[in-house]
């Protein structure tokens, strides 16, 4: 029997919580329908979330796309289905060939495994990223490239930690939610590999917690002490430098790994800084989010 | 001797790859093994210039792996070798990172700025930065001429100076002290 799982309407951070409700309490192995005919939009932590999602099931489970020719094309544009085809059955058709790039995507949907992938998306994305930074974000010059470092970071965390591979997305958007009413740039870098708590699972900050020891431990002692399950001195340094970046221009970093939820929460949003007893998921996803420069800051 | 290593072509030349930007720590583990190769057979007292002119993005793990792997043997207790480093070629973006990986190690490092600018960049306090200023400014200089210019006591002055020749920020010429490279 397959169970049908509901993407919602818009599918961003929050709203991809809705699919793990629906998802966890199934075995590995039972057979999905991922159902997106009703969804008219998703931001990259959704899209790169759904490849996830695949790649975390036993059984292959099957894709439903967006009934809705211009979101189908929009995530065509995006890459995502160039990787869902390979890691779903779809059920219906999808956009094919070459499109054309999409005028806010900074960074289509692209898989991140090796080092050497972390350059191809450092050298696709900079001249890019400064181009509509600069222009749609009024960041300076410099701003970009800490950007594009920041980004560099956040796909090494897969490299580094993640055991598995994973994906990347870059998108601009017009943000009305949460009243930041600008335009902002959205990073998702997500991986369906052994998650934080695994990866510091033979720490000294493991041994210390003991019994107290969950995602949300793990999460705090990488993003807000940074804990390294490397224990050479020097390493967490790329989390480190991703908090500046995003502290310096009045950002947001979140990151959910197993059933909890970090996240630096900028003066603009209500975020809880910790959530836990979210539903289970395997490995890690990180979203980044950059606001315009608010006038004369 | 002051041998210039262009970091660039060393990345190129680790990673097999026309790459112009450093960044990941793997990357930085390549880099560091073809300059250690390259300083190996330096002479004693030799500081190498490690060119970053043609360096493009620089990210903190990868800088990590460079700088605080290369300079933290040079300022062991018992150093692997008598050597130096200085850096040249360093954008502002290049900057922002180097200073928060060496701080992270209480390290610093002299870098030559675009402009010529040379400075001390890292973990060091403002008495040791205007002690290793005026030397820079002298070109070379006794403690005593530096104590007076800082208002420290010689001997408090004199092991701030040798403090700052062992981690590789000045050289030590007989009693005098001495500037890694251009005189600012």
Known sequence: ???????????????????????????????????????????????????????????????????????????????????????????????????????????EVTPIAKSEDVHTVVERVKDRATHILTNKLKLETRATMGFTVSLSEACQNIVEHAGRGGWVGVQVYNWAKRRVGRQVVVIAVADAGQGFRQSLSTTRVRALAGDRWGDGEALEAAVTNGYSRHTEPGRGQGIRGIKGYVHRHDGRLSIRSGTSRVTIV?????????????????????????PERAEGS | MTPNIDVRSALQEGSQQPYSDLVTRRTGQLVRTVIEHRIADLADGSVAVLDFSHIGLLDRSCADEILSKLMLPLTADHPSKDGYLLLRGIADHHLEIIEAVLEVHELALVVQLPNAEVRLVGAVTEKERRCWETVMRHGAALADAVADEVGLACEACQEMLERLARRRLLRREADRFVPLGAVA
């Open chain 1, 266 to 290: 900028p003066p603009w949003d209500d975020s809880p800084a910790r959530e836990d007893g979210l539903p289970a998921f395997v490995g890690a996803q990180l979203q980044i989010i950059i």
């Open chain 1, 1 to 107: 029997m397959t169970a049908v799982i509901t993407v919602p309407a818009s599918l961003d951070e929050q709203s991809f919580e809705q699919v793990l409700e629906q998802v966890a309490p199934l075995p590995a192995d039972a057979k999905l329908l991922v159902d997106a005919r009703h969804t008219r939009f998703a931001t990259p932590y959704g899209l790169t979330g759904l490849l996830c999602l695949a790649q975390s099931r036993a059984e292959k489970a099957d894709f439903a796309p967006p009934a809705d020719d211009e979101v189908k094309s929009y995530w065509s544009r995006s890459s995502f289905f160039r990787y869902a085809e390979e890691l779903y059955t779809m059920r219906g058709t999808v956009p094919k060939g070459r499109v054309h790039q999409d005028s806010d995507t900074v960074l």
